[in-house]
């Protein structure tokens, strides 16, 4: 039977991701600026620390029951592996789902992600891809399961709320494709239990499909003096 702590932090741990994407759509809509996009990335570290507090305090239970196992070799071997299934095999088809369907795909939030400067996109991996770790697949699916009985039924839940999330500032579309990717996420933790693994993976996918393009544009306009506007510098 859960406790009182487990229960609240069933509430806040699917909730608090789509509060925070809400007011990230909000952003968006106009020129937000740098501390404004900072302020998101507090408020899901915020979270995270919430989450820990119930887990940890209230619960009175170790970090293990977030699957943290330790960091080893398998740990780094599996998070990379996944990361290249994702950016090289799995990823590359998912991204087209969009225009298959007729929607609009990740050009857009894309392109208001990459006007913000390379140190900021590398926060917000890191942060976005540990936290929705931690809370969707260390954090619910133990909760998730003793409320339904099935950690499969759990995690099929985690997969459609972690896709919610993504709704309102990446778009319904795109936020189908997160579903996918969350799916292979999720059976992965569920058959391996290593949430560090499941972060690493994470965050440098997400590395290579947000930061890295900046990153190397910055790179190639400082090699030939080029301005973002396509006017070589003086």
């Given amino acids: 039977m859960e406790t009182l702590p487990s229960?609240?932090?069933?509430?806040?741990?699917?909730?608090?991701?789509?509060l925070i994407s809400l007011y990230g759509t909000r952003l968006a809509k106009g020129s937000p600026s740098l501390m404004e996009n900072l302020l998101g990335q507090l408020a899901l570290l915020g979270l995270l620390a919430a989450v820990l507090a119930i887990v940890l305090v209230g619960e009175g239970a170790p970090f293990s029951s977030l699957g943290f196992r330790g960091l080893g070799l398998s740990t780094f071997v599996w998070g990379v592996g996944?990361?290249?299934?994702?950016?090289?095999?799995?990823?590359?088809?998912?991204?087209?789902?969009?225009?298959?369907?007729?929607?609009?795909?990740?050009?857009?939030?894309?392109?208001?992600?990459?006007?913000?400067?390379?140190w900021y996109l590398i926060l917000a991996v890191v942060v976005g891809g540990t936290v929705e770790e931690i809370l969707y697949r260390g954090f619910a699916i133990a909760h998730l399961a003793g409320l339904?009985?099935?950690?499969?039924?759990?995690?099929?839940?985690?997969?459609?709320l972690a896709g919610i999330?993504?709704?309102?500032?990446?778009?319904?579309?795109?936020?189908?494709?997160?579903?996918?990717?969350?799916?292979?996420l999720t059976g992965f933790y569920l058959w391996h239990r290593d949430i560090a693994a499941n972060i690493l993976a994470h965050v440098a996918t997400d590395f290579v499909g947000i930061a890295l393009p900046v990153l190397l544009a910055k790179v190639r306009t400082g090699r030939t003096g080029t301005g973002s506007d396509g006017v070589r510098d003086q």
């Fill in 7 to 18: 229960i609240t932090g069933l509430v806040v741990a699917p909730a608090g991701p789509v």
């Fill in 165 to 184: 999330a993504h709704g309102p500032l990446w778009g319904w579309a795109p936020a189908l494709t997160t579903v996918f990717s969350g799916a292979v």
């Fill in 82 to 118: 996944i990361a290249a299934l994702f950016v090289f095999g799995f990823g590359p088809i998912i991204m087209r789902v969009p225009g298959w369907l007729g929607l609009p795909g990740f050009e857009e939030p894309l392109g208001h992600l990459r006007t913000l400067p390379p």
């Fill in 148 to 160: 339904v009985g099935s950690d499969w039924a759990a995690a099929a839940i985690v997969v459609v």
